[in-house]
């Protein structure tokens, strides 16, 4: 009688095994749309948390990659009406970092990043030598396709003219983002 026990749960546990077994397999060769990370994002408009463009020509991606990561990130203040938002390249180790802050002119539309001006933007590269340089922008645009406070969701494209205090620049092209705000 016990064995018979025995070998009923030894089948049962069999059967558990098996199906559990199948289950995997069915959820794991479903077909995944995998995301290309060695292309510009999307220029998407619905809050996907994603920024890219061309920094000098190299390829910048940064993106949210797991529920902890905050990269990149938004901050939008309505109190004091202004919105920062940026991204660390998620193609290098230690690569670019790239942001703005918009105070001025939070509206759907072009903006005019100026030199000194109250909109920027700051771009950060490690040096050959390994030293961290920052780059403010001299001149160029950042446009709102989707300004949306409600939903907390901006939206855009920007190319601008980043210049060091050694006076190098560096040209951002591209530039593309979709942000959602927490």
Known sequence: MKTQSLKSQQLKLIHFAIYLGLGFIMLTSLKCKKENLNVL????MSGENTMGAYIDGK????????LLSQDPGVTYTPA??????GGRSILVDDGPI???LITQNLRIGR???EKDGLDNGLLTIRSVSGNLVRYYTESGY???TRFDINSKVFSGTFDAIFKSGSGQTIHVTDGRFDLKAK
Do not use: M
Request: no cysteine; charged share 20%; glycine share 8%.
């Open 59 to 66: 390829l910048f991606v940064s993106r949210r990659t797991d």
């Open 142 to 144: 950042l446009e709102f």
């Open 98 to 100: 790239l942001g703005f």
């Open 111 to 113: 903006i005019n990043l």
């Open 41 to 44: 994002p999307p220029a998407t």
């Open 80 to 85: 004091i009406h202004e919105l920062g938002f």
